[in-house]
C-alpha cells in the first residue's frame, strides 16, 4: 500500500497523549510508588511493606470484604430489580412514560446531595424512615449507625440511585425482542410466567450483561455515596478500598494509598475479565 | 487549541479582578468550627483591622477529627493552606511536618509573652518555635448536669466505681446517665485521652517508653484501662439512645439543659454552651476522669491550640506581624471577653476574670495543687495514630473488644510513627 | 387497557411516588424552613417559609463561593465536553474506518479506560510536574481522560451506521483526510454529538470525586464540593445545607426536562447489541 489512508492514525495522537500522560502513565508508576514510602518529594523503596501492612490491618482487609459485598450486593439489586421495573413499565401501565421519568430522574442527581438527603431520612431517631416505621408499630433501627447495617443502607441508597439506569437498558433490551417470539408462545399456550422465564429472560441477555457488567464494576469504584453517608463508619463498618485509599491519602501516607489503588485495580481485573470471558464463551455456546 | 485560549483570557480576567480588589491585604484564617473558635478568631480579626484598617481577614471554617487533620495536612502538602490557622499543638503538630511546612516564629517579639511550658509543644526537631498560643489550656475529663446530680443526691466521683455507681442511679431515674456523640468521631476518644493522668500515676515512665517502641497499650494494663472503660460505659447500657447519629453540638446541648447526666469532653466545650445556651452554663459542672484510687485523683491537661503561619504563604510578613499582635495580654483579655473563661491561657499576666462559669471553677483547683495535673499523651509523645477515634467508636458501640482495639492501635501508631522517621521503629 | 392493569398501574403509581419523589419533596421543604424547624428532620410543612430568605444566604455564605463554584463547574464542563466531542469522534471515526492490529491495541486501550480505577496519588504526582494540579485546564484534562474510553464507544458505534460510500465520495472528489471529517463526517454525527454533549455534561457536573482529589482550594471550588465543604460550616444549619443541595439538583432537571430523549439514547446505546 503506497497510497496514504484517508483514515490517518494522526487522528488518535490528541486523545492519545492526554490519555497517555494522564491515565496510562499514572496508571504504571502506581506498580512502583506502592512499593515506596513517599511524601510525595521523595519515595524510599520499602518493598512489599505497604501490602503487608493492607493485607495485616483488619480494617483494610475489610475494606476489601466489603467492596466485594457492596458490590455484589448492588449489582444484583440492580439487575433483578431493573428487569421487574421494565417489564411492568413496558407492559402498558397507566402513567408509564410519568413512572419512566420518574424511577431514571435520582440517576442524574448529584450523589453527594442524595447522600446528605438520605443521612437525614435515615436518622435513628428524628428521621422520616423511623418516625414513618414508629406510626406503625415498628422500631426502626439505625440504619448507619448498627456496624451490622450501615453497609447495606447506603447500597439500598446506591440502589434507589442507580436502578433507574439498569431499567432503561432494560427497557431497550425488551423493546429489541420481536414480538413474534412471544406470539409463538402464546400460541403454544404458554403462561405470563412461563413466557418470562423462557422468552423474555434469554434474549436480554444482553442488557443482562451490561447491567451486571456496569454495576458491578461500579460498585467496586464506589466511593461518593459512602464518603457522604458514613464516612466508612461507624468505626470500620462500611469503609470500601476506595474509601481506605481516600483516608490514607489524606493522612499523608501516599505510598500505602497507592497500593491499596493497585489492590482495587487487580480485584477488578480479577473479577470483570473472567467475567466478560465467560460471558463471551456462553453467547458463542448459545 | 479553544480550550486553552478560552482558560488563558479566563486566567487574565480573574488576574484583574483580583488585582483591583487587592489594593490592601487581605489574609485567609482556616479555623476549626467550633463556636468557641470562631468567637475568639473573629474578635481578633476585628481588633486587628480597627488597628490596621489596610489589613482584613477572610475567614474559613472546616470540621473538627481526623478529617479536620486531614484537610489541615492535604491543604499544607498541596500548597494550599491559608495564611493564618488554628491547630492543636503536641503530636499533631509534629505530624505537620513543621520543620518544612510552617513559618519560624522565634524571634516574634509576641514569643516573650508566652509561657516556656506551651513554646515545648510547637517546638520542630530542629528547636525553631512555630506557633503561638491560641485560647485557654484545657483540662480533659466529664461535664455533669448538676440539676440531676441535685436531685439524685449524687456528688461528684472520686473513683471510677464510684462514677458507675452514680450512672447506675441516673439510669434507674429513667435518664441518659452517659451522653456519647459518634458522628463527630473524635468526640469517642475522651475516655481514653482524658485517662492519662491516671496512667502516668501508674507507670511514670509510659510516654517515654511509648516513644521509644517499649512500651505498648494492649501490653500496659493502666494504659489498656482507658479502651477496657470505654467499653464497660456501653455494656452498662447507660448511653443515650441517638449516640451513633449525635453530634458534638448534640453532646453539649444535652449535658447542659439535662438531657443527659455525664459527657467526656474536653472543657473548651464550656465556649460552645456559652453561646447556644447561655441560661444554662451554670447548670453544667465538670470533674476529671476518675481512676481507681481517690486519692490519686488529677486531671488529664491539653495545652491550648496553636495559630500557624505556614512558609509557603504569600502574604508570610503580614501573617506574622497578626500572629506577633495575637501573642500579647491585650489579644488574651479579647479572646477571653469573646470566649469566656473556660481555662488558664498561657501568656504571662493575663489573668481569668473573677466571675467564671461553674464548670471553670470545678476545674481550676486542680491547676493550683501540684502534682494535680498531668499533660495529655500528646504532648509528651510525637506519635498518635490517625485511626484512634474509629476505633474508639467500634469499642464505645460494642462492635470491637477493648484488648483488640488496643492491639489494633499499637499497630495504627506504628504507620505514623515510620512516616515520622522516629529511631526504634 | 385493561381493568388490572390500570389498577397496577395506580398501585406503581403510588409506590414510585412514595420511594422516588418524596426525598425531592423532602429537600424541597427542609429548603425552606427555619434553622430550628429544619433541625427536627421532620417530613413536615414549613411553620414560616423561608424559602428566598435562604436562597440569599446560601447564595452570600463565604463571600458568594457558591457563585464562584458554578462558574468553575460551568468552565469545566465546558470545556471537558468540546474536548471530548472532537477527540473522541477523531478516534471513533478512524477507529470505525480503519480495523487492523493498530486500530486493535487502540480499542483494547479503551475498554481498559472504561474499567480501570485511576491511580489517584500518582495522578497527582504527574499533574505537579505538568504544573497543571490545582488548576481548572488541568481539571478538563482530567475528565476528558477519563471519560474519553465512554464517547469514544458512543462514536465507534454510530459512525458503524453511516455508508462508506459518502466518506468515498469525497476521497475521490481529492478532499483532504481532516476536509473530510470535518466538512462530511462531523456533521453527519450531531444526532450522537448531541447524546455525548448532554451525558458528559452531567457525568463532569456531578463529579465530586475528582475535583476533591484534583483540584484543592478555595478558589476552584466546584458545585458539588461546596456541598461537601458546607457541611463543616452549616454544622446546625440544615435549611442551608438543604437548600444547597436544591440549587445543585436543578441543572441537571433542567437539562432532563430539555433532553430526555438524548439521554435514554446515550446510557442505552450499546446495551442492545451487548
Redesign the interface.
Known sequence: MTRR?????W??A???V??T???????V??FW?ALTR?D?YTATFIGLDNFRQFLAEPFLISGMSNTLIYAVTTSGLKTVLGLLLAV?LT??????G??R??????????????G???T??M?PT???IN??LELVGIDGPGWLTNPTLALFSVALVDL?KGVG?AT??????LA?ISPEYYEAARIDGATRRQMFWRVTVPLV???T???ITLSL?GG??S??LIW?MTKGGPGFSSDVL?ST??KQ?QAGF?GL??AG??I??LM??LI?LPLTLWFNRR?VDA | M???I??TA?AGA?ALVAGLAQAEVTL?VLID?NPETVAMMEALTAAYTAANPDVTF?I????GGAEGDNIVK??LA???MADVFNYNSGSLFQALNPQQTLADMSSLGGQGNVLDSFKQVVTSPDGAVRGVPFGPAMGGGIFYNIPIYQELGLTPPKTWAEFMANNEKIKAAGKVAVIQTYTDTWTSQLFILADYFNVQAEVPNFAADYTANKAKYASTPAAMRGFERLEEVFKAGVLNEDFGAA?F?DGMRMVSTGEGAHYPMLTFGIGNVKQNYPDNLNDMGFFAQPGNDAAKNGLTVWMPAAIYVPEASANKEEALKFVDFVATVESCQTMISAAGASGPYLIKGCELPADVPQAVKDMLPYFQTEGMTAPALEFLSPIKGPALEQLTVEVGSGIRPAADAAALYDQDVEKQAKQLGLPNW | ?TRR??W???A??AA??L?????FV??FL?AAKTKQDAS????AWPADWQLWQNFVEVIQT??YMLLLAYFNST?IT??AV??LVI??A??G??LQ??PGR?SNV?YG?ILA????????????????G?GL?????GM???Q???N?AFS?LLYRSFIGTIPRDL?EAA?IDGAK?LQ??WKVVLPLLKPVTVTNIVVQS?AVF?D??NPL?YL????NVT??LT??NF???F??Q?NL??MN?LL??IP??I??IFF?RQ??AG??A?????
Open positions: 489512508s484517508p483514515y490517518p492514525y487522528f488518535f490528541p486523545a492519545a492526554i490519555y500522560a494522564l491515565f496510562l502513565l499514572p496508571t508508576a502506581a510508588f513517599w510525595l411492568l407492559s402498558g401501565l397507566y402513567a408509564q410519568f413512572l421519568t420518574v424511577v431514571f430522574f435520582p440517576v442524574l442527581v448529584s450523589t453527594i446531595g442524595v446528605l438527603t438520605f437525614a431520612l436518622h428524628k428521621g422520616a418516625v414513618a434507589w439506569l432503561l437498558i432494560y427497557i431497550a433490551g429489541s441477555r444482553p442488557a450483561i451490561t447491567v464494576i467496586l469504584r466511593f461518593d457522604a476506595a485509599i481516600y491519602y501516599y494509598s497507592t489503588n493497585v482495587l485495580f477488578i481485573a470483570i453467547e | 479553544n480550550r486553552l478560552h482558560s479566563l480573574m485567609s468550627n477572610e474559613e471554617q472546616r470540621t492535604t491543604r498541596t500548597g494550599e453530634t453540638d | 387497557m392493569q390500570t397496577t398501574g395506580i406503581a403509581l414510585a411516588t420511594i422516588f419523589i418524596v426525598p423532602f429537600i427542609m427536627r428532620f421532620s417530613f463565604r463571600n468552565v465546558v470545556g468540546t474536548g477527540l473522541a477523531l478516534v471515526y478512524v474506518r480503519r493498530m487502540v486501550f479506560g472504561l474499567m480501570i480505577p485511576p491511580a489517584v496519588v500518582p495522578t497527582i504526582w504527574v499533574l505537579q505538568l494540579f490545582k488548576t481548572l485546564h478538563i484534562l482530567i476528558i481522560a477519563y474519553l469514544v466518506d476521497i483526510p473530510i471529517f452531567l456531578n465530586f470525586t482529589y484543592p482550594g478555595k478558589e458545585v458539588q456541598l461537601y457541611q463543616g460550616q454544622l446546625s440544615f445545607l438543604f443541595i445543585v439538583t441537571p432537571l437539562v432532563f430526555n439521554i435514554v446510557m442505552t450499546g446495551a442492545v447489541k451487548g
